[in-house]
């Protein structure tokens, strides 16, 4: 069984400041991969980035990165120079090797103020 | 390319009513899963597919069949309708979940009363 945790139910930011998602996750599997996620208030989700529990290196999408540190099993998101266009709710999620599907939090609402 | 379709995008059911959820990917994506939302719960699993003719279960089965006949279509059907699947459902797809993320449709909104 895998479970992600984000402890963050909001969050409020300045704009152009740069933002820290926190996600802890567990899992048994060897070989896993984590996910962050993005939905809008129009509802649809948006893939944002992607880890390898094997990648040495953190991942980054633009002004997105994840921060992974594998032995603490965190992966948070940190998004630079935040925009008003990045309000909305923020996933994260774990599948392991076996393609089963994710395991998603229960999401981080973050509201960017001007 | 129309990614994943999903239909219909709002749906009501009467209690004991059964209905499909219809799902479609044009990218030839082997991986196909279904979840739902409700509020304060995140997505949770509910059947994935890791390709044509092989379907599990995930988090949350209890209520819904699937099937997978073809590569592009994953149909997830409630047998009978309850209250307490009122919920936001979407479908994924993924060419390969190990490296890059899903393809989600863009939602059904089922209420049932």
């Known amino acids: 069984a895998q479970k992600i945790t984000q402890t963050q139910p909001g969050m409020f930011v300045q704009e152009k400041e740069a933002v820290t998602l926190d996600c802890t996750y567990d899992?048994?599997?060897?070989?896993?991969?984590l996910f962050w996620y993005k939905q809008p208030s129009s509802g649809e989700m948006i893939f944002l980035i992607y880890q390898g529990s094997y990648d040495q290196q953190n991942a980054t999408e633009g002004r997105y990165s994840l921060n992974f540190q594998k032995a603490r099993k965190s992966a948070n998101l940190v998004i630079s120079a935040s925009q008003l266009g990045d309000s909305a709710m923020y996933f994260c999620a774990v599948q392991g090797g076996g393609a089963d599907g994710l395991t998603f939090g229960k999401g981080t609402h973050l509201i960017i103020q001007p | 390319n129309a990614g994943v379709t999903q239909t219909p995008k709002f749906q009501v059911l009467k209690t004991g009513q059964s209905m499909t959820l219809q799902c479609a990917q044009d990218?030839?994506?082997?991986?196909m899963s279904w979840y739902r939302q409700d509020p304060g719960m995140g997505l949770r699993l509910i059947h994935y597919?890791?390709?044509?003719?092989?379907?599990d279960q995930g988090e949350v089965p209890n209520g819904y069949n699937v099937s997978r006949s073809t590569t592009e279509d994953f149909p997830l059907r409630l047998l009978s309708a309850a209250p307490s699947q009122t919920s936001v459902y979407f479908c994924?797809?993924?060419?390969?979940?190990?490296?890059?993320?899903?393809?989600f449709g863009s939602g059904t909104r089922l209420t049932v009363v």
């Open positions: 994924a797809s993924s060419p390969n979940p190990d490296s890059v993320g899903y393809t």
């Open positions: 899992t048994s599997d060897p070989s896993y991969g």
């Open positions: 597919s890791v390709g044509a003719g092989i379907t």
């Open positions: 990218m030839n994506h082997e991986y």
